[in-house]
């Protein structure tokens, strides 16, 4: 559950144990909402705005000169959405709508959330997916994503500036040259190199090519990228993982699987726009996501098509059931194939000379196959003809990121209150 700060805002005219009485009618509610009251006049330490509990009409002053006193502190440089809770009495909603209006009018996002009663679960699910939104924001601009080595010469719709990812999204693009990687990857090795992963091959349903030669290199990859992690304070990367082949004979397929399944969102062939989209995907769903390729696109009868998608980095919390194989491409190192749950996904690309477009859909996992001739994990996902319209007709890249479950909602929310837009 996300958690949020809210302030109560109640006009003086108002009797006193009238409102108490609505406030203490509400207050367990907001509580199992994620809710912790805060005085007008604090400081928060987090970088979310709070919301505003309109307990009684006349108080949209008093809003705005709490808001003025947020706006100077060092994180609302970027607005955050102006969250209003609102109930049915004492002209509450519309002092909410009120000041609704006055932050549109000043280019920020807002919305109103209109409790129905002190068990309205309706209200609270609202609260909790503004809440979840608005920390996902806040947490894109907090994150800090290491870009080890440059963008892979064949990205070329995605290679944006960090200049542009911090304007967009607020995150903070930490560029690593490769040659900290490969110096990484060699202290490892005069430390003794790194032992074989012996829970990853006991968990595995089978294992071709990869040998403990290449699963020892992949676990002295993962351990330096942990130490670059380390010392950047990482929250997610992109690796031009390509460049292994030929300076370590190894791929980075089985470290980023890890590193994603281990909380720090991991990326390949140095895809800016698909780092981001990964790490957007675990703040809205508490999830790591999947980049992956959609190799085949294919629209069907009755409104829905299917996509194939495949690649190598599947993060090992994802797959329930795994074998160990090499990299498709060159067929060295270690990568995983791995068999994704059946059930709904969400679909996402982030694209744009701005950094802000974004497509997303909603489909079904129908299959996990193991064709060959493709990368590793595979995925057979039904999706809305209309989706597959979008997507061919203003395509953003090459690659998609995939989240378990459904998560468009709060993905248009999200693009709403951050000023993108959706194809």
């Not at 829905?304 to 190598?312: D, N, P, R, T």
């Not at 203003?394 to 248009?412: C, E, Q, R, S, T």
Request: charged share 25%; proline share 4%; with cysteine.
């Amino acid at each position: 559950m996300a958690r949020f700060d809210y302030i109560v805002a109640a006009s003086l005219l108002h009797d006193e144990a009238g409102i108490g009485n609505i406030f203490d009618e509400y207050e367990p509610l907001l509580r199992r909402a994620g809710g912790l009251r805060r005085s007008g006049d604090y400081r928060p330490e987090a970088e979310v705005l709070p919301f505003y509990f309109i307990l009684t009409g006349g108080t949209e002053a008093f809003v705005l000169e709490s808001l003025e006193r947020l706006d100077r502190s060092r994180y609302l440089g970027r607005k955050h959405p102006l969250i209003l809770i609102a109930h049915g009495k004492h002209n509450s909603l519309p002092a909410a709508l009120e000041l609704a209006a006055w932050a549109r009018q000043q280019g920020r996002a807002s919305q109103v959330v209109q409790l129905a009663g002190a068990d309205d679960p309706v209200g609270r699910a609202e609260l909790e997916e503004a809440a979840r939104v608005a920390n996902s924001l806040a947490g894109m601009g907090e994150s800090r994503i290491g870009l080890v080595g440059e963008p892979s010469s064949w990205l070329v719709a995605s290679r944006q500036s960090a200049d542009t990812v911090e304007a967009s999204w607020g995150a903070r693009i930490i560029p690593i040259p490769f040659e900290r990687l490969t110096g990484a990857m060699e202290a490892q090795r005069k430390r003794g190199g790194a032992r074989l992963p012996d829970d990853f091959i006991r968990g595995a349903s089978f294992r071709r090519e990869a040998s403990d030669e290449d699963l020892g290199k992949s676990e002295v990859i993962l351990e330096a990228l942990k130490t670059l992690v380390d010392d950047e304070r990482l929250d997610a990367l992109s690796l031009r993982c390509f460049d292994l082949l030929s300076l370590d004979g190894s791929t980075g397929c089985y470290a980023l699987s890890r590193l994603a399944a281990e909380g720090i969102d991991a990326g390949c062939e140095g895809d800016v726009p698909s780092v981001l989209a990964l790490r957007w995907v675990r703040l809205l769903s508490g999830n790591a996501g999947w980049m992956a390729n959609p190799s085949v696109i294919r629209k069907g009868e009755g409104g829905w098509g299917s996509m194939l998608l495949a690649h190598c980095t599947v993060p090992l919390s994802l797959v329930p059931a795994y074998g160990i194989r090499s990299h498709f491409e060159s067929g060295r190192g270690a990568a995983l194939c791995g068999t994704l749950p059946k059930g709904p996904v969400t679909l996402l690309r982030i694209g744009g000379p701005k950094l802000d477009q974004v497509w997303a859909a909603e489909g079904r996992l129908k299959e996990s196959p193991a064709e060959e001739g493709l990368c590793r994990t595979q995925a057979v996902i039904e999706v809305s003809n209309s989706d597959i319209d979008a997507l061919l007709d203003a395509p953003l890249g090459n690659h998609l990121v995939m989240a378990l479950g459904g998560w468009v909602g709060l993905i248009d929310r999200y693009i709403r209150w951050a000023g993108l837009s959706r194809v």
